[in-house]
């Protein structure tokens, strides 16, 4: 058996096939939107699927570039398969779309991005979709929430933005059980850190304009299935048409050849910055999956393999001090998103999640006094040195 390729030479070489007609090293951007057939007898079978092969940049597998970077992260994730989106949210609304119909029954991680939440709870009710959002740190919520009519269970971890973690494996089996299908929004970790199909996950799902993309300078999104659920995947991506840009694929492409080596970095530096901010006396609390004191720390350890570069921490005084404080970086650039090359330090409860609605907030900790942290890959030395300093000022 031909030995396997471990997953820094699959960043760096999945999906890469040399250019037979030029000869180009690095995959070409494909700036077309139709594609030539060499007889009307191709062009049916293509249209019919009895041949695989390109027709129209919006219809999987849309065009060269774009398939290159579906092999290279299903490989990285282990899938059989993958599609890139426009974004994270585009790749969750084809999902949505592909599984659910009006009187099924969705149960969500309580804490998830913001704009998930809202499509969640303001757009699926519209279409007839009952949706149930439950604590699925603990398996118990997760079966109390069941129905007769669940058909999908949504899971983000670690959650974004309160880093709480859930068993991957534990809920797909039961998902499984119950005939309903097990999603992962595997943004935080990526495959580097985390492999939601190698844990029986059905589909797992990343917004690349993190991590994948590295360089917070695109927008994107993509989803790794089995090849019997893109059947039915491929056709919402060619009737809804939320594609990935060719440019956005090509930068996608270039980010995930550095995958291992910044999420490395990312991921020591946010260990380091999680324990300064532990031993500081003006911060309250610090949950990172990595430190032994978070409550799902062991989930985490039987599923990952590193924690990642992104931290919160709650600093005495609440807001007042938080907002001090996020005014007074100089290093740390003031911005949502995260998974950038540099450090990135924003307020949740104002900001990514202030449109899910307060009482909800409460409940499920994205507190007032919560402030987000996307750990960078500068020196920890200077992303200490700048905390510090903040700190200094409340
Ligand atoms: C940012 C984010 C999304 C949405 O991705 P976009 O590319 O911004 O549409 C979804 N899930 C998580 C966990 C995110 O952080």
């Known amino acids: 058996m031909e030995r396997k390729l471990k997953f820094a030479t699959e960043c760096v070489h999945a999906g890469e096939k040399p250019d037979p007609v030029f000869g180009a090293h690095t995959t070409p951007i494909f700036q077309t939107s139709t594609f030539i057939f060499n007889s009307v007898e191709q062009g049916a079978c293509r249209f019919a699927g009895e041949e695989t092969g390109y027709v129209y940049a919006r219809i999987p597998p849309n065009t060269p570039t774009h398939a290159a970077l579906s092999e290279k992260f299903a490989v990285l994730e282990g899938g059989e398969t993958s599609q890139t989106f426009a974004s994270g949210m585009a790749a969750i609304t084809a999902i949505m779309l592909t599984v659910l119909k009006q009187g099924d029954h969705l149960i969500s991680t309580d804490v998830v991005y913001g704009c998930t939440y809202s499509l969640f709870s303001e757009i699926l009710p519209g279409l007839g979709i009952d949706v149930t959002f439950a604590d699925t740190t603990d398996i118990e919520n997760v079966k109390r929430a069941l129905k007769p009519n669940t058909r999908m269970i949504f899971l983000e971890t670690p959650a974004n933005p309160t880093l709480s973690v859930c068993d991957i494996r534990e809920i797909s089996?039961?998902?499984?059980?119950?005939?309903?299908?097990?999603?992962?929004?595997n943004t935080f970790a990526t495959p580097y850190f985390q492999k939601p199909l190698l844990l029986g996950a059905d589909i797992s799902l990343s917004s690349c304009t993190k991590y994948i993309g590295g360089h917070a300078d695109l927008l994107g999104g993509i989803v790794v299935c089995s090849r019997e659920f893109m059947k039915s995947l491929a056709k919402v991506v060619g009737y809804t048409g939320g594609i990935m840009g060719l440019h956005e694929a090509w930068l996608c492409i270039r980010g995930l050849k550095t995958l291992h080596?910044?999420?490395?970095?990312?991921?020591?530096?946010?260990?380091?910055?999680?324990?300064?901010?532990?031993?500081?006396?003006?911060?309250?609390?610090?949950?990172?999956?990595?430190?032994?004191?978070?409550?799902?720390?062991?989930?985490?350890?039987?599923?990952?393999?590193g924690y990642g570069g992104m931290l919160a921490f709650g600093i005495k005084g609440g807001i007042e001090a938080g907002s001090k404080l996020m005014n007074s970086v100089r290093l740390c650039s003031l911005a949502v998103s995260l998974g950038a090359t540099d450090t990135l330090i924003q307020h949740p409860a104002s900001m990514t999640h202030a449109c899910v609605p307060e009482e909800v907030r409460g409940k499920v900790g994205i507190t007032d006094g919560l402030v987000r942290l996307s750990v960078g890959i500068e020196d920890p030395d200077d992303i200490i040195a700048d905390l510090k300093q903040a700190l200094e000022k409340i």
Request: proline fraction near 7%; glycine fraction near 4%; charged fraction near 30%.
């Open 173 to 185: 089996a039961l998902a499984r059980e119950q005939g309903a299908i097990c999603v992962v929004d």
């Open 261 to 305: 080596i910044r999420m490395e970095r990312h991921a020591e530096n946010a260990l380091k910055v999680a324990k300064f901010l532990e031993s500081h006396p003006a911060v309250e609390w610090v949950r990172y999956p990595g430190l032994p004191d978070h409550p799902q720390h062991e989930t985490a350890k039987k599923q990952m393999i």
